[in-house]
């Protein structure tokens, strides 16, 4: 558990299936994640909020944590990884998939591209919560992550 005087970590949840996306925020509730959850609908408003364009976003924090979906409208998750793999001020941020694709191309063309790591969210609540715990053990609490710009 992360001391109560510690800032949350802040991440982007970048998902266009609202139900998936509150099934996320139930699993950091329900998991006791000590994060604030950032969450846009596609790729477009992901790169808009990591670049602070527009007044919506003006403020926007850089995330410590990017979980993306790979399908979604406008810009999918696979030219939303490329795009923050190939900008430098952006690159240093992880991005875990979070998907339902369990293909195998799927996965070898999202570490390609520059994941961190490929989630296939369990359909099962339990498995869900447990994988969201698993997630933030091992990004917020095991891992070093690089100073925020």
Not at 58 to 71: A, E, F, V, W
Not at 102 to 110: G, H, L
Request: proline residues 6%; contains cysteine; charged residues 30%.
């Amino acid at each position: 558990m992360i001391p109560e005087n510690i800032h949350p970590f802040d991440v982007l949840l970048v998902e266009d299936e609202p139900a998936d996306a509150n099934l996320v925020r139930s699993a950091i509730k329900e998991g006791k994640v000590h994060c604030r959850l950032h969450h846009v609908t596609d790729g477009v408003e992901a790169l808009d909020f990591l670049r602070r364009r527009g007044e919506r976003y003006r403020t926007s924090p850089q995330p410590d944590l990017i979980l993306l979906d790979l399908n979604m409208p406008r810009m999918n998750g696979r030219e939303f990884l490329a795009a923050v793999k190939t900008d430098e001020a952006l690159e240093a941020i992880p991005v875990v998939v979070l998907t339902t694709s369990d293909v195998e191309r799927d996965v070898v063309a999202s570490y390609k591209l520059g994941a961190a790591g490929y989630i296939t969210k369990p359909v099962d609540m339990e498995q869900f919560i447990d994988a969201v715990r698993q997630l933030n053990d091992y990004w917020f609490v095991l891992t070093r992550l690089p100073k925020k710009v």
